[in-house]
């Protein structure tokens, strides 16, 4: 049995955890493989009961699934309490839960980092959500990180943070003119952390690979989008991670050849949190007309999302770099009631015609999207459990945007619940 990879094919929020949630049924495992508490992850269960998952993989919510923390996720311990606190207080058992010894942790100087380090960028700043993703993986990248492992041996762990801190306390202090943190204090904050998580950490590439060994499938569990992707999205407007399909392998530990499905979930228009070009973007009453139907908020900042028409040059280049088997097609139903539906089919730069992602960021920040009308449709869509119960123009529509971005569309989403979901098999 298989290993199948779910990833955002935008710039996240495309509604990765919705998908997971729905997936859950069928798979015995699934596994977070990049990121940190960066993401938001918004489960609606069928009795209206609303999740906003972190650091956590969505299949927490289906009961008698393995979730794994893998390798290639950052993980601030305190946060990781916290989320799982909330959970608990709600009655979800947790205790199927277990944390790559691997994953490298977020201490509290990445934290304090990543706030003052945008600041310094002023206008420049790529809006990061704070928590410390960047940071984090700069260490692990710069081999002066902490591992999950690491919580537990106390004297390995005092060995490596007040190798770390001697540095970072002169960036803090002499860079940002901020204050230095206490070794001891520092310690005493992650310590306590990690005596409550630590008998979560296992060696989960092992187990994972004796899962699939066994027959079981494995849901690889992606978080922001492809592109935010450090090496595929727009650089430097990313985040510090690869969520695209190749990173589910690397973050989880298992081989590529283990991966038979590659899951893309694509919302029916386009949003963004944070910085960055984002050529089909909306500055009008029609950009918050989406914001509003959509709900449109960061579920981690409570930042408003931006928001615009889809690109179809994004899907193209989403299928291409993931080697999408079939794509997830969400909120479809946000562009009900609307006249004529835009998309972008092809950006103009400096006066050429480019059909594909255009090779430098600079011709991605001076892309015009070239649109395409679509007539739109009136009918509340929110209750279709068939593709042949859309409006005719809704069905053109998915049809045209299949055609466009080169995949299947498998599932369309009509509405934040379960159930608001078509199959088309
Ligand atoms: P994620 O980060 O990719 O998991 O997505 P978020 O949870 O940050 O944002 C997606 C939002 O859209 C959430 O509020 C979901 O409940 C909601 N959502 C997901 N699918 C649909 C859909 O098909 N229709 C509507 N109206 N809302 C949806
Ligand atoms: P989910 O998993 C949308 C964005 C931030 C910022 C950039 C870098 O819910 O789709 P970071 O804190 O990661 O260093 O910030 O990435 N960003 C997201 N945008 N959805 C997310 O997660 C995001 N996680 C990070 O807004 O622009
Ligand atoms: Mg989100």
Known sequence: MPAIVLIGAQWGDEGKGKATDLLGGQVQWVVRYQGGNNAGHTVVLPDGQDYALKLIPSGILTPGVRNVIGNGVVVDPGALIDELGGLQERGVDTSGLLLSADAHLIMPYHTAIDRVSERYLGKAKIGTTGRGIGPAYQDKIARVGVRAADLLDAKILRQKVEAALEYKNQVLVKVYNRRALDLDEVLDTVQAAGRRIEHLIADTRLLLNQALDAGETVLLEGSQGTLLDVDHGTYPFVTSSNPTAGGAAVGAGIGPMRID??????????????????????????????????????????????????????????????????????????????????????????????????????????????????????????????????????????LRLEEMIGAKVSAIGVGPGRDQTIERP
């Open 261 to 398: 499905r590659v899951i893309g979930i694509l919302k029916a228009y386009t949003t963004r949190v944070g910085s960055g070009p984002f050529p089909t973007e909306l500055h009008d009453a029609m950009g918050e007309h989406l914001r509003k139907v959509g709900g449109e908020v960061g579920v981690n900042t409570r930042r408003p999302r931006r928001c615009g028409w889809f690109d179809a040059v994004i899907g193209r280049y989403a299928t291409r770099v993931n080697g999408i088997t079939d794509y997830f097609l969400t909120k479809l139903d946000v562009l009900s009631g609307l006249e004529k539906v835009p998309v972008c089919v092809a950006y103009e730069v400096d006066g050429r015609r480019c059909d594909e992602m255009p090779m430098t960021q600079t011709d991605v920040h001076h892309a015009v999207p070239v649109y395409e009308e679509f007539p739109g449709w009136w009918e509340d869509i929110s209750r279709c459990q068939t593709f042949d119960e859309l409006p005719a123009n809704a069905r053109s529509y998915v």
